[in-house]
């Protein structure tokens, strides 16, 4: 017998003392396992027992091919999220020291660099607080917890080892939530798990990146470069095929200018070959074109592999629950339920959702509700807002425009657009030549909008607020008639007055044109 089973049997039922909202089947352990403590499973967990449900949580984190391993709170806190955040902050401060100059601040910036190990270390201390709150968090709330991984011996029955060692022990649970999440993909070729790194590394990476390749063209390929340019390194993004998939095309190539004006270089339609550890222990990449064959090779102090992330399903033996995959995630339905009705999975593990960490916290917190406390409310995966986190930002919300084409048809839509010029930009005589934004709404009526998107300052905090509206029946009448923050990035927005279609320049001749 567990020990769960031994402390339900003999010691007091907390469960007694909570909310009657939900009263489980007393044949099982649990009312709820959740296999996972990132964003999605510790959010449906904690929402689970504030309804009145007997809940465990299973998390377990692999160290990396680099040996790198972090506590409670999933990708977002620890590799993700969080710590990139800080380090796009960093990399804002260092580029506004300089800036300072220019507004008078006697600042002697010939000297200014960033230390990249107390950033480290900052950055570090931050993210295990984080942990230890959200421990507390879940010890207060009465969510058990157990730090190790859980896999399936049947449909409704968990097994797990304990720490020590011992016989494997088992639970049973009415419902089990799969929160699993994911992690970086490595590249089938020699040396790419013995040399390279992924993001999972980067945030604690002891010694300085140096020269380093980024291997990929996805946010996080663009953001891991971004931020190290920033921060006085020299690196170089690998495109297999174009920047941003998935994302508009016309913003992903600003998006490019303006990284390539700031210095970071692009190797376009080329894929790694291999790597290879030097006497001086700099890394020899040997890398192909795909467009030309040509072969070549270059010498990197940090090669960061940023080319996708894989669903993390080999450990959960779910072929015992007959749970269904396709392509490493889950397949469910549109109330996050697999084919097995009472397992389910909400965040990354997903197949064909949005990886982003606010849509896994509300997914989960919906998925509880729906569980056990009454709700019929389904998580809305439609115009959810996104954010890549460069110095000039690029977010977005709803449909990009060549989306929008494929599914209105050209004749239906309207573009509006325009580029802009910050007023902080002026003094400091920084590039304004990315500042960009577009409507893009249907022609005709009211002219609803279908999605939004802005390259510039605080792009996200932006866009957030448009998210609402947009996902409100937002109408270019609407936002016309609203009257502007002057002088502010997000008032552009309400002034957006010329068409793609019109053909007319979209460049303000002032900041109050």
Not at 342 to 371: K, M, Q, W
Request: hydrophobic residues 35%; neutral net charge; charged residues 20%.
């Amino acid at each position: 017998m567990s020990l769960f089973k031994l402390l339900r049997i003999s010691g007091p039922s907390r469960f007694s003392a909570r909310s009657a909202a939900y009263v489980g089947k007393a044949k099982y352990d649990y009312d709820l396992v959740v296999l996972g403590g990132g964003s999605a499973g510790l959010a449906c967990a904690k929402e689970a027992v504030d309804s009145g449900a007997r809940v465990l949580c299973f998390d377990y984190v692999k160290p990396t091919p680099a040996g790198t391993r972090w506590g409670l709170g999933g990708t977002c806190v620890n590799v993700g999220c969080i710590p990139k955040k800080l380090m796009h902050q960093a990399s804002l401060l260092g580029e506004a020291v300089h800036e300072a100059v220019a507004y008078g601040w006697n600042v002697n910036d010939q000297n200014i660099k960033p230390d990249w190990k107390k950033l480290v270390k900052s950055v570090q201390n931050h993210i295990k607080s984080v942990n230890w709150v959200t421990r507390v968090d879940l010890r207060d709330k009465k969510v058990e917890y157990v730090n190790s991984m859980g896999a399936f011996v049947d449909p409704h029955t968990i097994e797990y080892s304990v720490k020590g060692g011992g016989p494997k022990q088992q639970v049973t649970s009415e419902y089990i939530v799969v929160a699993v999440g994911g992690r970086p993909r490595y590249p089938p070729i020699l040396g790419a798990t013995e040399f390279g790194i992924t993001s999972d590394d980067i945030f604690s990476y002891e010694e300085e990146p140096g020269r380093t390749l980024v291997v990929g063209a996805g946010y996080v390929g663009l953001e891991c470069a971004c931020f190290l340019k920033g921060l006085g390194y020299d690196p170089t993004v690998m495109v297999r095929s174009i920047v941003l998939r998935g994302f508009d095309r016309q913003m992903s190539d600003l998006l490019e200018a303006m990284m390539s004006e700031r210095g970071v270089h692009f190797l376009h339609t080329t894929i790694p070959s291999s790597v290879e550890r030097q006497g001086d222990g700099r890394l020899l990449v040997k890398y192909r074109n795909t467009t030309t064959e040509q072969e070549d090779s270059d010498i990197f102090d940090t090669v960061l592999w940023a080319i996708g992330r894989k669903g993390l399903i080999e450990d959960l033996n779910l072929p015992a629950a007959g749970v269904q995959t396709k392509n490493d995630k889950i397949v469910v339905d549109g109330t996050e339920a697999t084919n097995v009705p009472h397992i389910f999975a909400v965040g990354d593990i997903i197949h064909g959702r949005p990886e982003l960490t606010p849509v896994a916290i509300l997914s989960g917190r919906l998925l509880a509700r729906r569980l056990f406390a009454g709700s019929k409310q389904l998580m809305d995966y439609a115009d959810v807002a996104t954010t890549v986190f460069t110095p000039l930002e690029y977010s977005c919300v709803g449909m990009s425009e060549e989306m929008a084409i494929q599914t209105h048809g050209q004749d239906n839509i309207e573009v509006f657009h325009g580029y802009y010029k910050p007023t902080e930009f002026f003094i400091p005589q920084k590039s304004v030549r990315q500042c960009y934004l577009k409507a893009v709404a249907e022609i005709t009526g009211d002219q609803k909008i279908l999605g939004l998107h802005y390259i510039g300052p605080v792009a996200g905090e932006v866009i957030q607020g448009f998210a609402a509206a947009l996902k409100s029946g937002l109408t270019v009448k609407t936002l016309l008639n609203t009257v502007g923050i002057h002088p502010t990035t997000a008032e552009e927005f309400t002034r957006l007055s010329i068409t793609k279609r019109s053909g007319r320049d979209p460049t303000p001749s002032s900041c109050c044109s």
